[in-house]
């Protein structure tokens, strides 16, 4: 059964620093990684998509790593802003019979600080 | 256009009565998913639609958990028998095809007293 870990379970930075926030998976056979962010009261917004076949992928601030063989990745978020508080979620996706059901990790909760 | 909506918002049931909760995909999307996610956790996955059919329905977590999407939109999750334990928040996410990105309505929070 596959397991997501995220480290730390929360995490508190001053405005303008850089930050990394962890992901490990037990099962290196995956299809693809996503990172979302959850807003307290709202859905999951997806942030960016790393296929398998893939070692990262950026979005504006953004950057996700993506090492399968170890069953890592990591969210970089670079000049870090308050807007960033939310909680980060990573989730893997293993492709079987047709259906992609994610399996999450139990999330990041950033704040970033004025 | 319109995102994924679900109602009602919040839910608050007392324990043993049953509650039904409702999800709007966006229009013209095939695949429709449901999760639960507790407190200070993850959503994990409950069921999955794939039209009218239930795909794969192997994170429900016992017979009083059921779920319908009769005419291949709107999806309805029914709960029998509440317990306390069922409270959380129910994700609903949909995608154009099974092998597209899944985006996920608001959710709806449901609390059995």
């Known amino acids: 059964k596959q397991e997501v870990t995220q480290i730390p379970a929360a995490l508190s930075v001053p405005e303008g620093e850089n930050l990394v926030l962890n992901c490990s998976f037990t099962?290196?056979?995956?299809?693809?990684l996503q990172w979302f962010r959850q807003d307290p009261g709202k859905g999951l917004t997806s942030l960016l998509l790393?296929?398998?076949?893939?070692r990262e992928q950026t979005s504006g601030r953004l950057n996700a790593s993506l090492d399968k063989s170890s069953g890592r990745s990591t969210l970089y978020i670079a000049a870090s802003q308050p807007g960033d508080s939310a909680t980060y979620l990573c989730?893997?996706?293993?492709?079987?019979?047709?259906?992609?059901?994610?399996?999450f990790g139990t999330g990041t909760q950033l704040k970033v600080e004025l | 256009g319109a995102g994924v909506s679900q109602t009602p918002s919040n839910k608050v049931t007392e324990k043993g009565k049953y509650v039904e909760l409702r999800c709007d995909p966006i229009?013209?999307?095939?695949?429709l998913y449901w999760y639960r996610q507790s407190l200070g956790q993850g959503p994990e996955f409950l069921i999955y639609?794939?039209?009218?059919?239930?795909?794969?329905d192997s994170g429900l977590p016992n017979d009083r958990f059921f779920a319908v999407r009769p005419e291949g939109s709107v999806s309805t999750l029914k709960i029998q028998r509440t317990e306390r334990g069922d409270s959380a928040v129910y994700l609903c996410?949909?995608?154009?095809?099974?092998?597209?990105?899944?985006?996920f309505g608001p959710g709806t929070r449901l609390l059995v007293l």
């Open positions: 996410a949909s995608s154009l095809s099974v092998v597209e990105t899944q985006y």
């Open positions: 099962d290196s056979a995956i299809y693809n």
């Open positions: 790393i296929q398998s076949s893939q």
């Open positions: 989730a893997v996706e293993k492709v079987r019979g047709g259906g992609n059901k994610l399996t």
């Open positions: 229009s013209g999307h095939t695949a």
């Open positions: 639609f794939q039209g009218t059919g239930a795909a794969d």
